[in-house]
């Protein structure tokens, strides 16, 4: 069983180039680790008129995705990255989860 999950972050206006360029260069290794959590098929898409990303990924029923956080990896990451986006005072990025409200298979 696999689990679809959805959330919202927001982008700092004007970064959106940026933005793509670091995912474009995302590190293998946090791929990796991605991948080693249980996360496949992940997509960000980005609303231009309210700098808002959209994010989906399908989580393996066994997953470690609770850890992630806890990795260096990710911190390095998180921290690279919060100079562009809205972050918690960790350095993550404030999430909002999004409700499922319609799916058509």
Same mark, same amino acid.
């Given at each position: 069983?696999?689990?679809?999950? !959805?959330?919202? /972050? #927001?982008?700092?206006?004007?970064?959106?180039?940026?933005?793509?360029? #670091?995912?474009?260069? @995302?590190?293998?290794?946090? !791929?990796?680790?991605?991948?080693?959590?249980?996360?496949?098929?992940?997509? @960000?898409?980005?609303?231009?008129?309210?700098?808002?990303?959209? !994010?989906?990924?399908? #989580?393996?029923?066994?997953?470690? @995705?609770? !850890?992630?956080?806890?990795?260096?990896? /990710? #911190?390095?990451?998180?921290? /690279?990255?919060?100079?562009?986006?809205?972050?918690?005072?960790?350095?993550?990025?404030?999430?909002?989860?999004?409700?499922? /409200?319609?799916?058509?298979?």
């Amino acid at each position: 069983m696999v689990e679809r999950v !959805a959330f919202r /972050m #927001r982008l700092t206006p004007g970064r959106m180039d940026e933005y793509r360029r #670091r995912h474009d260069e @995302i590190w293998p290794e946090l !791929a990796d680790l991605l991948r080693s959590s249980g996360i496949s098929d992940y997509w @960000i898409w980005l609303d231009p008129e309210t700098h808002c990303l959209f !994010a989906t990924f399908v #989580r393996a029923e066994a997953n470690s @995705i609770h !850890a992630l956080p806890e990795t260096e990896i /990710m #911190r390095r990451w998180w921290a /690279m990255m919060g100079d562009i986006m809205e972050t918690n005072p960790d350095h993550s990025p404030v999430q909002v989860d999004l409700i499922p /409200m319609f799916h058509l298979p």
